[in-house]
């Protein structure tokens, strides 16, 4: 008996698009040689983490039409400890300040602090207040 083609999964919301994949590609490190090949591709690893990240749901949760769960949070840490996601960030932040016409780093920071009261002023007196003498606190009574 022939074997039928598997039928595409369903696209979910957090799935990119072919133009964030071409964005994300090259940022994206290939499979280590080597070692045994991998089932599922980049972008379907990249997928399955934007679903887990955005939907919130436990590990075991992920839907059957994605990589198994153990696949992808073992490529989720990995690139946690090799600083992909860090690179990835700052790649992005750099092409959307040129897109806005910005310099691509920026040349200076500001930042912002709020003083707020730690106690209340009535609180700190009720704390200063004498203690009541006990007449057998004293040996000499």
Known sequence: MPRTKS???RRYDTDLTDAQWEVLAPLIPEARSG??????T????????????RAGVAWRLLPHDLPPWQTVYYYLRRWQREGVWEHI????????????????SPSAAILDSQSIRTADQKGAEKAMMRARKSPDASGTS
């Open 7 to 9: 039928p595409a999964r």
């Open 35 to 40: 070692g045994r090949p991998r089932k599922a």
């Open 42 to 53: 980049s972008r379907e690893l990249v997928n399955a983490i934007l679903y887990f990240l």
């Open 89 to 104: 960030h700052h790649t992005l932040v750099m092409a959307d300040r040129e897109r806005n016409g910005r310099e691509p």
